[in-house]
């Protein structure tokens, strides 16, 4: 698909993550009360004062008068793309209600952003070959990097929607139980292995009672962002047999301000990789369910530069979006609109694609340089931030940047 040219000229600059081949979806503010925003170039567009003004429809009754962009997830798919439709009629080059929507428009730079769904449930997954297969060699050798279920179903565990933050927002690194290999007991302190992980969020649209298939799952898909899972690596190494992670996960996930809707996508899907072993039917391909988005992590030191530690593609997962939550609804559990599905780490097959600090630097064996410094986990003052785009013919669909700044940990909680 070529560039669609749209009467905002920053919207038509190859450099720009928001063409009017994109319009993802956010909350932001400019001095008063969050509002609906969609990005254009290097502006927001306001969609609830187009709603207000009534050169934007969705439904009998207003959908964009609160702050998320849930109401407009429940009107279903026919609704998501006369949305697109309409905003695309409205922003093209030569439109006729030019002068009516200008006024509608605020610099991007200016505005502060907020999150853009209210998020209903939390579920991560564990879904990148290449990343499972490194932390499974580190710690089981490998021959048996990979458990016996992970090549038949994507692996999983819920999360917490309560801790899920949006692009700016600091994070605190936590407190919690660590033992190390020689110590003899548990101590509680400061988690001291504090990681990042890249991913893919994946936002639910349409509520689900029952097993639903690989297709029915992926029209349920409204949209995706990007999310950094952080994670204490020590906490989970003592906490998470036999059951999986716990509080290691649950000081917060990032996810990037904007939600790059699934139509938006659609040009640039890709096959998932060769089977080793053959799904279930439920879980089979069904055609191309992955996408073709670059991927990128800069790390940048207090007071430093942004250094690139990795470089992948989100076509380089296991598992699609689809596929996982196919799997998560094969019990019954209904799903709600407004669930985010991250993806699992995504990693690439070389050192420079690792998607986490425990990968580039191998379990702290081999640590990174990161300018004059070096990094095995992330230090206090650390901002990581997350870039992606897919890549179309002299245009990009991307998705924002998706940061975050660790700060120390506060004094002991429980200290009297």
Not at 3 to 21: C, V
Not at 179 to 188: L, N, S, V
Not at 373 to 382: N, Y
Request: hydrophobic share 40%.
């Amino acid at each position: 698909m070529p560039l669609l040219k749209s009467w905002i000229d920053s919207a038509n600059s190859p450099e720009t993550d928001f063409p009017l081949n994109n319009l993802p979806l956010g909350v932001f503010t400019l001095g008063g009360a969050p509002r609906c925003g969609v990005a254009i170039g290097e502006h927001i567009l306001d969609a609830t004062g187009l709603e207000e003004a009534g050169l934007l429809q969705l439904a009998d009754t207003p959908v964009l008068d609160i702050p998320f962009w849930n109401e407009v997830m429940e009107l279903g798919p026919e609704a998501w793309d006369g949305l697109r439709a309409r905003l695309t009629e409205l922003l093209r080059e030569g439109s006729p209600e030019q002068d009516k929507v200008a006024p509608f428009l605020h610099p991007m730079a200016g505005a502060e952003m907020h999150m853009p769904l209210a998020v209903a449930e939390f579920t991560d997954f564990y879904a990148g070959r290449h990343h499972a297969t490194n932390v499974g060699t580190m710690f089981r050798g490998a021959e048996n990097a990979l458990p016996p279920n992970w090549l038949h179903i994507p692996i999983g565990y819920n999360g917490r929607a309560s801790s899920v933050v949006v692009s700016g927002s600091d994070i605190r690194r936590p407190w919690g139980q660590v033992k190390a290999p020689d110590e003899d007991a548990p101590r509680f302190a400061p988690s001291a292995r504090f990681d990042l992980e890249l991913e893919m969020g994946a936002i639910v649209g349409q509520p689900s009672d029952g097993p639903v298939s690989v297709d029915e799952a992926d029209q349920m898909i409204f949209g995706y962002v990007l999310l950094n899972d952080w994670s204490a690596r020590d906490i989970q190494a003592w906490e998470y047999q036999p059951l999986g992670p716990f509080q290691a996960k649950a000081t917060a996930t990032t996810i990037s301000p904007w939600i790059v809707m699934r139509a938006a996508l659609e040009p640039f899907r890709v096959p998932t990789p060769a089977r080793e072993k053959p799904l279930l039917p439920h879980l089979r391909d069904t055609g191309p369910m992955l996408y073709d988005i670059a991927l990128q992590v800069d790390l940048t030191p207090e007071g430093g530069q942004p250094v690139t530690i990795a470089r992948t593609n989100y076509r380089e997962m296991y598992y699609s979006s689809a596929q996982q939550l196919a799997h998560h609804s094969t019990s019954g559990c209904p799903m709600n609109v407004g669930d985010l599905l991250g993806s699992g780490t995504i990693s690439g097959p070389t050192r420079d694609s690792r998607g986490s600090l425990l990968e580039l630097s191998w379990g702290a064996r081999e640590p990174i340089a990161l300018g004059d410094q070096a990094r095995s986990f992330l230090e206090d003052g650390d901002t990581v931030t997350l870039r992606g785009a897919a890549l179309g013919d002299g245009y990009r669909v991307g998705f924002g940047a998706c940061t975050g700044t660790l700060l120390p940990a506060l004094e002991d909680p429980y200290a009297r």
